[in-house]
Structure formats: C-alpha cells, structure tokens
C-alpha cells in the first residue's frame, strides 16, 4: 500500500510540474502584455527641454506671463507623464535656470543633453504680435530629419484635439540650431500663442498644461508604436 501511495503522489507531481509550467508562462506573458499596454514607453529615452530659462524668458505674453515658467511646467508634466509610461526622461533644466555663458551656450547645453537619448522634445511658446488673433500649438522640425518629422506629425495630430487652433500643421523649421544640430529625431512643440490674450491665459491653467502634456505624450507613443522609434536611432545628420 505505501509503494502505491508514493507513486500516486509522483503521479500527481507529473500533472501538477506541466500545468504549473503553463501557468507561470500564462502569468509571465499577462504581466508583458499588461506592461506593453501600460508602460508603452520602456526602453525609450527621451530628452524633455524647457525652452529658455533664467536671464533669456523667451517670448514676453501680452499681459507679461513669461514663455519660460510656461515651457518648464508643460514640460514637468511631461516628464512626469513619460516617467509614467515607462520612459528615461533627462530634462534639461527642472528650474529657473539659463544653461550656458551665452545663448550659444545654452543651445549646446541642450543639444550636448541629447547625446546618446532616442528623442528630445522642446517645449516652447510661440507669439505674434501683429496678429494677435493667432493661436494654437505648433510642431517643428529639421527639414534633412525624416524620423523628426514623423514624430512632429503624429504630435501635432494629438495636440490638435485640445489646442485652440485644431487646424495647424507640422513644418520644417529652417533655422532652429537646436533642431539642427541635435543627434536624434527632435521636435520643437510651441504650445500656443502668447501674444493672444485668451491662450496666454490657458496656458497659465494647471489643467490645460496637463491636456497639453498629454497630447505631447500621446504623439510620441503614436510614434513609437508605428515602427519608426527604432528605425530611426542614427538616423540622423
Ligand atoms: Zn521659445
């Protein structure tokens, strides 16, 4: 009876080992599809550059909010957002802060930030005085940067469902040394207008700047679930 009693619980260890086997790859697999949904950015680095900063504000609102305080805290809730989705973030400033000795400087500062990261993404505010009915957020890129430019106009396409003006497109930007000199696929996202008196006040609103992070962050998972992210990495100038 004792022989047959250990080779029935050998028996049951046979069944058990292989459908405990199962289950754990069953588990393994869950947990990878559940991390690809909710964490889509692993694996990605990504630049997060607040326009301006410290001595330089940027461009000045027609009530006097200052580009800079507007581009570092859209682009603190983007890092956060990032963070959240599984992403390496490195920001070039998390302060008040000019980043060289002049504006040279602080342009390399930030480009030299982008060495060895998948993307940078500047965040910046736009303005134009003599029209001051023009609003909306704008994407831009480096003419000669194809995965560049993919990337602003899957950006654009989300930021266009919450800025005021939907119906701007991404374009090339011919002059911008950041996007010029920077070593991977980059974007300048100028968030909307300061010189329009109605945007200048959304743009202050907490929650506006969340929905703005938010569509910025959207565009870059867009971007990378289309295939490009990896294709693109040296693909540069
Ligand atoms: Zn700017």
């Known amino acids: 009876m004792k022989t047959y009693y250990i080779r029935r619980r050998y028996l049951l260890l046979l069944i058990l080992l292989p459908l405990m086997l199962c289950l754990l790859l069953l588990l393994q ?16 680095t990504v630049v997060v550059d607040a326009g ?10 027609v009530s006097g909010v ?13 890092a956060a957002l990032l963070e959240n989705a599984g992403a390496t973030v490195i920001m070039t400033r998390d302060a008040d802060l000019f980043l060289g000795e002049n504006k040279r400087g602080d342009l390399q500062a930030r480009v030299d930030a982008a060495v060895g990261a998948d993307l940078l993404i500047s965040v910046h505010g736009n303005s134009f005085p003599q029209q001051s009915s023009s609003c909306g957020a704008q994407v831009f890129y480096a003419s000669n ?5 993919r990337l602003a106009v899957a950006m654009q396409k989300c930021l266009a469902a919450v800025s005021a003006d939907g119906h701007r497109q991404a374009l090339p930007h011919a002059s911008s040394y950041l996007l010029k000199h920077c070593s991977c ?13 109605a945007e200048e006040r ?3 609103d907490d929650a506006y700047q969340w ?17 490009s992210a990896e294709n ?3 693909n540069q100038e």
Do not use: C
């Not at 301006?52 to 609102?61: K, L, M, Q, S, T």
């Not at 940067?145 to 430019?149: D, K, L, Q």
């Not at 929905?211 to 295939?227: F, K, N, T």
């Open 185 to 197: 696929p980059a974007v300048v996202a100028e968030v909307g207008f300061l010189s329009n008196a």
């Open 202 to 204: 959304q743009l202050t």
């Open 29 to 44: 697999d869950w947990r990878q599809g559940r991390e690809a949904l909710s964490m889509p950015l692993v694996g990605l």
């Open 145 to 149: 940067n194809a995965a560049g430019e």
């Open 66 to 78: 200052l580009e800079k305080d507007i581009n570092l805290a859209v682009a603190q809730k983007l």
């Open 232 to 234: 693109a990495v040296g």
């Open 211 to 227: 929905q703005l992070a938010w569509a910025m962050l959207e565009g870059i998972v867009a971007y990378r679930q289309d295939g």
């Open 52 to 61: 301006h900063g410290g001595a330089d504000p940027g461009v000045v609102g």
